[in-house]
C-alpha cells in the first residue's frame, strides 16, 4: 500500500460547507453496541465511494438499529470540493449521537441517516423555506428569478442526475439571478418533479428578498443575487491541487494502527457521577489546554489530512479511525479520531488529556495536541514510521530486522518507559495495556509506548483501583482479570508476558482452543524448569547471533526476568524499577520465579463478563478500549 499524504491548497472552486440546517432523528438508539458498529461501516462504506462519486447510499444491518444513509454532492461541485463538503459533513454528522441520525443541508451537499428506507420519500413535516431577507429586490429581479425558477425545475426533470443550474443575466447586474436546484437520485421521476414543483412555489414566497432557499425530504433548491454557482467544468484533473509529498511504502497489515485507537465507550452505569479527586471541571481544564500549545486548531488538523483523505487513513478500529498527517512545517503526525465526542463525559476526556500531555519521557509517544472543542474529538501524537514491535517480532521475515542487541534494547526502553510512568511524582500511572502493539518503534527502532488511552492515574494511598476490566486477554494479569484489581504489578505481568514475546517470536493470544496451559508463559516455565529454554528462542536470533557466546546465557537471563515478572502473586513480582536493574546490571543472582499462574481459561471468561457487567460504580464510566 502506498501512503500519499495529500495537500490541499485552495481550490478554485467553492465546495460551500457552510451548514445551513442540521435535524437530529427523533429516536434514540436501540442497542447501542449495534448502532455504533452499523454507523461506522456505514459512514466507512460512504466515505470511499464519495471519494469518487457525487453520490452515495447503503444500507447496513437489519432491525431497529439499521443505518440506511444518503448522501449528494450538488452537480456543480467539483469531485474535489465534494470532497470537501462531504468532509464537512463526516465531521458533524457524529454530533446528532444518541440520536438515531438525521439530516445535514449544507450548500454544497446532503446526507440524511435513518434507521427505515427514506429512499422514495419526497415531502415531509421538516420541509423548510429559508429566506434571506438582506436586500428587498426591484420588480424586474423577482421577474428574473420566477423565470429562472421555473427553467431549472424544467431543467432538472430533463436532465439524467436531477441537477440543473440557470444564470439569468440582465443588463442591469443588480438584477442577476443565480438558481440550482437538484433532487435526491433515488427518486423517482415523478417523485423529484412532485418534490421540485412544490420547492419552487415555497421558494417564491421568499421573494422580494435576494435570497431564498428550499430544504425539501426529497430536493434542495436555492436562488441568489449573488453568484454561488461554481464554474461549468466539472473535470477534476484540471484543478492541479493535489501534490503528492511523500510516497512511502507501507505494508498492508497495520495493526499498530488498531492499538493506536482510543475509544471512547461510555458505559451506561447507575452511579455516573462519581468525582474523581483531582479532576478539575470541565471549562477549567478546557481552558488549560486551551492555554497551552497543545491547541491545535481543527482546520489545521483537516488540511494536514487532506480533508481526511482516504489515501492518508493509517487503520480503523472499533470506535475511532488514524490518520498520517502532515502539518505545514512538514511534521508528520498520527492523528486520531473519535467518531462520538461524548460532550457529557469531557471531564474524563480533558482529564485524560491534561495528564498524558504532561508526560514526557524518550520511550513514551509523544502527545503533541488535540482538539476537544471542536465538533470531533481528535488527538494528535507524534508519527511513528516503522509502526510496531509485534509487526517484526511475529513476523519470519521483519524478524530478521531486528537483532538481539537491538531487542534487549527494545525491553531496556519499555522498562523505563513503564518505570516512568509507576514512579511519575504528581500521577501514577498504570498503563493497563502493554502488548506489543502498542509498542511503537520511532526511525531508529526505538521503543515508544503508545495509547494513554487505558492509563488511570491513581491516587497515593489506595493499594489498587478496583476497576471495570481493559485491556487484551493473554497479557493480563490474574488479579486484575479475576477481580479487578489494578496496581502496577499488573503492568509487571504483561512486560514479563511481552518479553518471553520478544524472546521467543510468538504470540501469546488468547485462544479459544488451546488451554491456558499450553500458553506461551506456562511452555516457557516448563522450558525454564527442565533447563531447555535455549528451544523456545525465536529461530530469527539463533541463525543470526549463535556465534556469540553470551547470546544463550544472556537470553537465559531475559526469560527469568520474564518469569519473575509473571509470577502469580504480585507482591513477589519485582517493581519496573527493580526489573530494569536486573535486566541491566549483572551482578546478582537473581531468585528463582515461583509458579506462574495456571488458570482455568473457561472460568475466566465468565468472570469478565460478570465484572463488566457488575462494575457500573466504579470509577471507569469512561473506556478507553
Ligand atoms: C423533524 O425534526 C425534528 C427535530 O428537529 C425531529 O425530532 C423529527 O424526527 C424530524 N422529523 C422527520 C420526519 O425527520
Ligand atoms: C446489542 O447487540 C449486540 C450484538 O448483536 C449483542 O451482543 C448485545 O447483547 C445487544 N445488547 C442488548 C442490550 O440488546
Ligand atoms: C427505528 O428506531 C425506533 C426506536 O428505536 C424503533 O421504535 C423503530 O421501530 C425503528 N424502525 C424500524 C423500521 O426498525
Ligand atoms: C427577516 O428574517 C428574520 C429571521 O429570519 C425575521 O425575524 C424578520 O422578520 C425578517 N424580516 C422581514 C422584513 O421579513
Ligand atoms: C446596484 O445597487 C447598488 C446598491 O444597491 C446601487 O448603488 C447601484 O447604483 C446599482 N446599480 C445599478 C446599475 O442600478
Ligand atoms: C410543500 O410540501 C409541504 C409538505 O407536504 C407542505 O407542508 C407545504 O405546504 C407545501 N408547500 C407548497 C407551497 O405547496
Ligand atoms: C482560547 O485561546 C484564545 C487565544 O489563544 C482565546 O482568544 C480564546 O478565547 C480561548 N478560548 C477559550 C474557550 O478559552
Ligand atoms: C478546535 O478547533 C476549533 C476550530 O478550528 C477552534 O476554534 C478551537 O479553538 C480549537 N480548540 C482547541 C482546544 O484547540
Ligand atoms: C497465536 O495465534 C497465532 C495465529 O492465530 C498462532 O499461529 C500462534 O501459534 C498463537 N500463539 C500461541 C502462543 O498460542
Ligand atoms: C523511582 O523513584 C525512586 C525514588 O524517587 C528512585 O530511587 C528510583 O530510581 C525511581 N525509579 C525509576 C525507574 O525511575
Ligand atoms: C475449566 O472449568 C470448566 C467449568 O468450570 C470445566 O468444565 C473444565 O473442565 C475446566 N477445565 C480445566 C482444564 O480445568
Ligand atoms: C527496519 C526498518 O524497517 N527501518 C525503517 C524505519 O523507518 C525508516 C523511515 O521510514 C526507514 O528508512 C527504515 O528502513
Given at each position: 500500500m502506498i501512503i500519499t499524504p495529500l495537500l490541499v491548497s485552495?481550490?478554485?472552486?467553492?465546495?460551500?460547507?457552510?451548514?445551513i440546517k442540521m435535524y437530529c432523528a427523533g429516536d434514540l438508539h436501540n442497542n447501542q453496541t449495534l448502532f455504533i458498529s452499523n454507523f461506522i461501516s456505514a459512514m466507512q462504506t460512504i466515505s470511499t465511494e464519495m471519494q469518487t462519486s457525487h453520490f452515495a447510499t447503503t444500507v447496513v444491518g437489519y432491525g431497529p438499529d439499521t443505518n440506511y444513509v444518503l448522501t449528494q454532492c450538488y452537480g456543480d461541485l467539483s469531485s474535489q470540493d465534494c470532497i470537501l463538503c462531504y468532509a464537512q459533513i463526516r465531521t458533524f454528522?457524529?454530533?446528532?449521537?444518541?440520536?438515531k441520525g438525521g439530516r445535514i443541508y449544507l450548500d454544497g451537499c446532503f446526507v440524511r441517516l435513518q434507521n427505515?428506507?427514506?429512499?422514495?420519500?419526497?415531502?415531509?413535516?421538516?420541509d423548510t423555506t429559508i429566506c434571506g431577507n438582506t436586500t428587498r429586490k426591484s420588480i424586474l429581479f423577482q421577474q428574473s428569478a420566477m423565470h429562472a425558477v421555473i427553467n431549472v425545475v424544467k431543467g432538472a426533470l430533463r436532465n439524467n442526475d436531477y441537477f440543473a443550474r440557470e444564470e439569468m443575466m440582465v443588463?442591469?447586474?443588480?438584477?442577476s439571478v443565480y438558481v440550482l436546484a437538484e433532487c435526491w437520485k433515488t427518486l423517482s421521476l415523478s417523485s423529484c418533479r412532485a418534490c421540485l414543483e412544490n420547492a419552487s412555489r415555497s421558494i417564491t414566497?421568499?421573494?422580494?428578498?435576494?435570497e431564498g432557499r428550499v430544504l425539501n425530504t426529497g430536493c434542495f433548491m436555492r436562488y441568489s443575487n449573488t453568484n454561488f454557482l461554481n464554474p461549468?467544468?466539472?473535470?477534476?484533473?484540471?484543478?492541479?491541487?493535489?501534490?503528492?509529498i511523500v510516497a512511502s511504502v507501507v505494508s498492508s497489515a497495520m495493526v499498530i494502527i488498531v492499538a493506536l485507537m482510543i475509544v471512547l465507550y461510555v458505559k451506561k452505569c447507575r452511579n455516573i457521577q462519581h468525582k474523581r479527586k483531582g479532576s478539575y471541571d470541565v471549562k477549567k481544564l478546557a481552558k488549560i489546554l486551551n492555554d497551552s500549545n497543545l491547541h491545535f486548531k481543527y482546520s489545521t488538523i483537516n488540511k494536514a489530512t487532506g480533508y481526511w483523505h482516504e489515501s492518508n487513513k493509517l487503520g480503523q478500529g472499533g470506535f475511532g479511525i488514524v490518520y498520517k498527517g502532515v502539518l505545514a512545517d512538514g511534521r508528520e503526525i498520527a492523528v486520531k479520531r473519535l467518531f462520538f465526542n461524548y460532550k457529557f463525559k469531557a471531564v474524563d476526556f480533558y482529564n485524560e488529556v491534561n495528564i498524558i500531555s504532561s508526560l514526557e519521557h524518550k520511550n513514551l509517544v509523544r502527545l503533541l495536541g488535540c482538539n476537544c472543542s471542536g465538533p470531533e474529538s481528535i488527538l494528535i501524537y507524534e508519527y511513528m514510521?516503522?509502526?510496531?514491535?509485534d509487526f517484526f517480532i511475529?513476523?519470519?521475515?521483519?524478524?530478521?530486522?531486528?537483532?538481539w542487541e537491538k531487542r534487549v534494547e527494545i525491553i531496556i526502553g519499555v522498562a523505563e518507559g513503564l518505570g516512568y510512568l509507576h514512579n511519575n511524582t504528581k500521577h501514577r500511572i498504570i498503563h493497563r495495556d502493554i502488548k506489543a502493539p502498542n509498542i511503537l518503534l520511532d526511525l531508529r527502532l526505538r521503543p515508544k509506548i503508545a495509547?494513554?488511552?487505558?492509563?488511570r492515574s491513581f491516587q497515593d494511598g489506595k493499594s489498587h483501583i478496583s476497576t471495570g476490566i481493559v485491556g487484551t486477554l493473554g497479557y493480563m494479569a490474574p488479579e486484575y482479570l479475576a477481580h479487578g484489581q489494578l496496581t502496577e504489578k499488573a503492568d509487571v505481568y504483561s512486560f514479563g508476558i511481552l518479553i518471553l514475546e520478544v524472546v521467543t517470536g510468538m504470540e501469546s493470544n488468547r485462544s479459544k482452543?488451546?488451554?491456558?496451559?499450553?500458553s506461551l508463559l506456562s511452555t516457557a516455565w516448563k522450558h525454564f524448569k527442565q533447563g531447555t529454554?535455549?528451544?523456545?528462542?525465536d529461530p530469527n536470533l539463533m541463525m543470526h547471533?549463535?556465534?556469540?557466546?553470551n547470546f544463550k546465557n544472556d537470553a537465559i537471563k531475559v526469560v527469568h526476568v520474564a518469569l519473575l515478572c509473571t509470577?502469580?502473586?504480585?507482591?513477589l513480582r519485582p517493581t519496573m524499577s527493580a526489573a530494569l536493574k536486573m535486566l541491566e546490571k549483572d551482578e546478582d543472582p537473581l531468585p528463582a520465579p515461583s509458579n506462574p499462574p495456571f488458570i482455568n481459561e473457561t472460568n475466566m471468561e465468565l468472570y469478565i463478563t460478570q465484572r463488566s457487567m457488575d462494575n457500573c460504580d466504579d470509577d471507569d464510566s469512561i473506556q478507553l478500549l
Open positions: 485552495k481550490s478554485n472552486g467553492d465546495a460551500r460547507t457552510e451548514i454528522f457524529p454530533n446528532c449521537y444518541p440520536r427505515y428506507s427514506f429512499f422514495e420519500e419526497y415531502t415531509g413535516p421538516n443588463s442591469d447586474p443588480n438584477n414566497t421568499c421573494l422580494p428578498w435576494s461549468v467544468t466539472r473535470s477534476s484533473s484540471d484543478r492541479g491541487m493535489i501534490i503528492s514510521p516503522n509502526k510496531s514491535l511475529f513476523d519470519e521475515i521483519k524478524g530478521k530486522e531486528i537483532g495509547d494513554f488511552g487505558l492509563a482452543t488451546t488451554e491456558y496451559n499450553d529454554v535455549e528451544e523456545i528462542f547471533t549463535y556465534p556469540n557466546i509470577q502469580e502473586a504480585p507482591s
